[in-house]
């Protein structure tokens, strides 16, 4: 057994294929564990492997990807805790090395889909390391701070989805509109939906995200 960083949920294809398998990883919110995103995969094709990891800190019966910096004035403007930020990705990074060994998952098509502080370290990822990741959906999230200057090389024409709430009270839809905006302006290939939902996945997103990945996985 591979040594794994973050615990973890993994979910085999029930159609595999030969040889190695693309894969889907779930990254959770803030507060919640490695459960919470299986339901939206049971949607996905059949053919993808699913692991869905836990953050590595405990919060109020869930865990979290880092704490919050408050310090630019409130929730809609905070910001990742810079260190913690980095840490999580690390693990992230590494839990995926470990199960790409495990699993053995095609490095080539690994794709990331996150909701809230999952989609903010999802994007971060991309912008870090764009050739690691096929696609990514990023839900109700946001580009953090550290990364809104990032002009990496292999960005361009990678697909990219962004769901976004207009009653989300946690994440603004502007924050995430700013963005899709942003990985548009590197060539990323991006979809942005709006959702009139607040801080949660509501039906036509689930659908229009499946969508995404049944194109793109």
Same mark, same amino acid.
């Given at each position: 057994?591979?040594?794994f960083p973050?615990?973890?949920?993994h ?10 398998a ?11 564990n490695?459960?919470d ?5 049971r ?17 109020q ?6 704490d919050?910096d408050?310090?630019g ?14 840490r ?11 199960a ?7 490095r +080539? /098509?690994i794709g990331? *889909? %996150? ?10 990822l991309?912008?870090?390391? @764009? $050739?690691d990741?096929?696609w ?36 603004p839809?502007s924050r995430?509109?700013r963005a899709? +905006? /942003?990985?548009?302006e *590197? %060539?990323?290939?991006?979809t942005?939906r709006t959702?009139?939902?607040?801080h949660?996945?509501? @039906? $036509?997103?689930l ?11």
């Open positions: 057994m591979s040594d973050l615990e973890h949920v979910v085999e294809p029930s159609e595999p294929t030969e040889g190695p693309p894969a889907v990883v779930l990254l959770h919110g803030r507060g919640s490695e459960q995103l299986l339901q939206i995969a949607e996905f094709p059949s053919h993808l492997h699913v692991v869905s990891h836990r953050a590595p800190d405990r919060l019966g869930g865990y979290t990807w880092y919050l408050l310090s004035g409130g929730l809609h403007q905070s910001q990742p805790h810079a260190e913690q930020f980095e999580s990705r690390n693990l992230v990074r590494e839990s995926i090395e470990a790409i060994d495990e699993y053995d998952l095609d +080539d /098509r990331l *889909l %996150g909701f809230s502080q999952g989609a903010i370290t999802s994007l971060a991309l912008l870090d390391d @764009p $050739d990741y096929a990514v959906v990023a839900l109700h999230g946001y580009l953090a701070e550290s990364h809104a200057g990032h002009r990496p090389d292999g960005i361009a024409d990678k697909p990219v989805f962004v769901g976004a709430g207009s009653m989300d009270q946690v994440i839809a995430a509109e899709a +905006d /942003r990985l548009e *590197l %060539g990323a290939d991006v942005f959702y009139e939902v607040p949660g996945v509501g @039906p $036509d997103e659908t229009d995200a499946v969508a995404f990945v049944e194109e793109h996985a």
